[in-house]
Structure formats: C-alpha cells, structure tokens
C-alpha cells in the first residue's frame, strides 16, 4: 500500500492527455522511431512516452526543465533498462560537446524553445555522423485557412493559459532549414484539439 502511494503521488497527472494521444501517434512513430541507437539524448522528455521505442541499455540523457516530473522519469527508465540522465537545465544542450549523441529525440518540444531554430542547430552540432534526430512537432495549418488565423489570434491565449507553448510557429519549415534532408510525414489527428492536430514527424540522418 505504501508503495502504491508513492507511486501516485509522483505520477505526472497533467500529463494524462499526452497518454491519450501517445495511442493517436503510434502508427507514425513506429515509421521513424526504430533502431535507433544509443547514446540518446532526448529534449523535454515529459513523461517518457517515447522510452518505450529505445532499446534497454542504451545510455539515455534527457533534458526535462520540470523537475516534478524527474521521479516518475527515473522510474520509467529504470522499468525500461534505460540508464538515465536526468538534466534540469535546458542551457546544458548548449554544453555537450560535438558529436556526443548517436540520437536525439524531440517531440512536442520546438514549441516550448525559446529558440527553435537555435535549438536545432545545436542538436545537429551534437550528433555524430551517420547519427539521427527523430522528431514530432506540430505545426502551422496553410497559409489563408481559418485554422492558420485561428492559431495566430489564439496563440497568446494558449501560451499562458493552455500549454506553455506556442501554436504559431513554421516548426516544418524551421525543421528544413537546419535538416533538408530529413524525411517526413504530415499528418492530422481528426478530433485532435483543433489549433495543434497538425503533424510532422520526421528523422533526419546526418
Ligand atoms: C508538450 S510536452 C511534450 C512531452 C513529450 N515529449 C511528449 O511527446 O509527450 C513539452 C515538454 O518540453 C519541456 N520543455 C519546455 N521547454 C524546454 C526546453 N527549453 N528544453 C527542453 N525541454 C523543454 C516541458 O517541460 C515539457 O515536458
């Protein structure tokens, strides 16, 4: 009983709805999220939804800046085999040394950067060659849609009171300017929540 407790208190309950989509984009990261080898670092991990996609042993760093969601990481690894890293600040990607990672994992994650663009930047910087970076983001709907002006009008409104992100930013084409060759897919999740319910997700070989 005592353990149960403890598991739920360190359970990320505002992460709930990530699990409820996890189901959602099973099919397309089974596409791009396998073999992928280790080191593996992974920016704004959240709950550890994408552990399960990396293979046991396979040295695993991640950058989460909520550290409440730390334990219930560490315990998610250890279930998973995953030696783990668990890093707070988000300034510590700018630190690693070239060539340090064989993989780097992101997902959800350009849209809570301050710096998107920076940010890839340095994730191409960190991979060695022949590594990958394997991500999903959201992403802008066309240009001249109602979706698209929605996203812009709405966007203050969903950084400070829904997601602490932005639904407003080019992720697809930020994405190929630093990765043009990387192969993607975009794709919709019908009945998604409908400023974010477009997708890209991709890998990119350097
Ligand atoms: C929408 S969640 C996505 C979580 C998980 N990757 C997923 O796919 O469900 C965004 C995560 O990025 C983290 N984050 C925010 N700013 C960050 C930054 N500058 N560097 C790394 N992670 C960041 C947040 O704490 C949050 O856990």
Redesign the pocket.
Known sequence: MRHLLALLSIFPWR?LP?YW??RA?RPYKARYFHNLTGPIL?????????FAYYPRGAPLTV????TR?HPWLHWRAKQAGLPLTCIAN?AQ?ESFPAHAFQTV?????L????QPQE?LQHIRRVLRPGGSYVF?EHILAPPETRQRRWQQRLNPWFRRYL???DCHRPTDHTIAQVFPHAHTTHFQLPGGFPLTNRYLIGRATT
């Open positions: 992460t990530s989509k996890a984009y992974e920016l704004g991990a959240g709950s550890g939804v994408n950058i989460e800046p909520n969601l988000p990607l994992v992101g997902t959800l994650v849209c809570a950067v301050p940010t999903l997601a602490a992100c």
